[in-house]
C-alpha cells in the first residue's frame, strides 16, 4: 500500500504533508503535489495533515486514475521536502468539485 494525492490538491497545494514525510516522497507541479508510489513507506502521518483531505490510501476505491497520475508526474516533478505557503486563493478553492479539468502537469517551483 501507499498514499496517493487526488483532486481535492488541485489549487489548494497545501504542503503541510511535506513537513512531516519522512522520506521525502512527494513532489511538486504547478498546481498540486504527488506522492512518489516507491518512496512511500506507508507510515501515513501525511494523510490527517492535509488541510483539503486530499491524501488518500491507494487502497481506497476509485483511486486509479489519481494512483498512476502520482507515479507518472512524481518521474518528472521536481521533489518538495519543505513547507511553503499554499496560494492565495487555496481556502476558495477547497473542497470545490470538478478541479481535475484544472491540473496543470507543469513543474512547480522547485526547492
Known sequence: ????????????????????????????GEN?????P????DCGVCEPE???EAIKPDAEPGLEKWIALNAEYAQVWPNITIRRDPP??????????GKEKLFNPEPGQGD
Open 1 to 28: 500500500m501507499t498514499y496517493v494525492v487526488t483532486e481535492n490538491c488541485i489549487r489548494c497545494k497545501y504542503t503541510d504533508c511535506v513537513s512531516v514525510c519522512p522520506v521525502d516522497c512527494f513532489y511538486e
Open 32 to 36: 498540486m503535489l504527488v506522492i512518489h
Open 38 to 41: 516507491d518512496e512511500c513507506i
Open 50 to 52: 492535509c488541510p483539503a
Open 88 to 97: 492565495a486563493d487555496a481556502n476558495e478553492w477547497d473542497g470545490k468539485p
